[in-house]
């Protein structure tokens, strides 16, 4: 069954992002690097990227699916256009998309 699990921000800086959410909803971060830090163990999880070039133009909504092979294929048959193409990722694999009015979302496969 697929699910929303994830947000993933733009943000101008990850460090004050990550304060911000820290001080007013007592959230923890793991860095990921030098430039994304993501909250985990959340039925919904936050990430903050401040690398300007992987940002998407708006927050972008992440569902987990089973198989992510098999939701591109239905993805792009339901009329999405592929954005980003499967690429991995720490925990996982991902691609991007835009429905049919323009949102663009990310389906994820957690690693096994």
Do not use: C
Request: glycine letters at 10%; hydrophobic letters at 40%; charged letters at 20%.
């Amino acid at each position: 069954m697929a699910k929303l699990n994830y947000v993933e921000l733009p943000v101008q800086s990850t460090a004050t992002a990550k304060d911000f959410y820290a001080s007013a909803f007592g959230w923890d971060f793991t860095d990921y690097g030098p430039t994304y830090a993501a909250t985990g163990g959340g039925p919904a999880d936050l990430g903050l990227q401040g690398d300007r070039a992987e940002w998407t133009t708006a927050p972008l909504p992440v569902i987990e699916v089973e198989d992510l092979d098999t939701t591109l294929t239905a993805v792009t048959s339901a009329g999405g256009t592929v954005t980003q193409p499967i690429f991995a990722f720490p925990g996982g694999r991902r691609f991007h998309f835009r429905d049919p009015s323009g949102n663009e979302l990310a389906a994820m496969q957690a690693a096994r």
